[in-house]
């Protein structure tokens, strides 16, 4: 099938793109109180927060290895194996890890993000799921558990599959069947003002922003709170604007959040710990919205545009950064380029 190309924007990307103007106006608008404050101080904070001590500009650790190109303008991607698959302008277009169209196929609009376990597509839109092969297959749909419901992002679990619900303010959870199975409340409430209601899961938790309150909140899968982390402002380490973080990422150890406004990826420990600021907004390509994030193995993938970007860590670079420093047993430090 021909792919379709347009350039129309989904509702989900208009609403981001507004909350990250606003948020990229509240970041200009700090005093220069503030932003000495950011960057006059001691050097290993700098260091940590991954600037350059010798001249206080940021370094990243990570280097740009390749990319690939997709038609249209990306709504949601996943990695599934060895395949990469995105979701543009009402088609699912799958690649393989050099960049090769495998295989594509037409969807519904209006989509807002994909999961993948075992041969599998899961697509979610603002009030249904559908699941495909990778062939492009149907295999069965359901509906949301509420007429009222706006879903937003999801992730899979071995058991479940968990989705975050931006106009009910709460996580549904399903199994891979369909059959609702209940729904994970925050202790303190969800605050939701955009599309920023990322989600992952790593080793039995559940990760899911609460981007009104600027921190990510940590669940059992049968939705016991187990704590949170993260507290708003601009400086590396804590979350800016109006709600981030917008998009996580988890790995062995290490959960990896992306930020709107000022588009930015970090690291934080499971713990809550932040380690490192890994990629800034001219290492990403600039602009306002998030870029959406997966990680496999050493590498870690970030989409903005229509364009998928690969990065992996460098040595030579990672010296003038926190990164080197670490002691974390980091899949993303596996493999290293010198």
Known sequence: ????????????????????????????????????????????????????????????????????????????????????????????????????????FAVGSNLRDIASDSGNIYLLFPTRIEVYNLNGDWLR???????????CSMTLTPEALFVTDAANKNICKYTHGGNFAGFIQSPDGFIVPSYSFGITSADGVIYCSNPGRHRVEKYTPDGEYIG????????????CGCCNPVHLAAAKGEIITSEKGNPRISCYGTDGKFRSLLLDSQALGGGNTAYDIKISKDKLFAAGSNTISIFRYDTTQAAKTACSDCKADCPLRKGVTI
């Not at 749909?141 to 879903?151: H, I, P, Q």
């Not at 949170?228 to 979350?239: E, I, L, T, W």
């Open 141 to 151: 749909d359901w509906e949301a558990c509420s007429d009222r419901s706006d879903y």
């Open 1 to 104: 099938m021909e792919p379709i190309t347009d350039n129309k924007i989904s509702r989900r990307k208009f609403l981001q793109l507004c909350g990250s103007i606003l948020a990229g106006g509240t970041i200009a608008g700090l005093s220069g109180i503030l932003l000495h404050k950011r960057f006059a101080v001691p050097d290993e904070t700098v260091k940590n927060s991954g600037v350059n001590p010798k001249g206080n500009h940021f370094s990243s650790p990570y280097k740009l290895v390749s990319s690939i190109k997709v038609p249209a303008f990306i709504e949601a991607f996943e990695l599934a194996g060895g395949l990469i698959i995105a979701a543009a302008s009402n088609n699912i277009f799958i690649y393989d890890t050099e960049g090769s169209l495998v295989n594509n």
């Open 228 to 239: 949170s982390f993260g507290k708003a402002g601009g400086a590396a380490g804590m979350f």
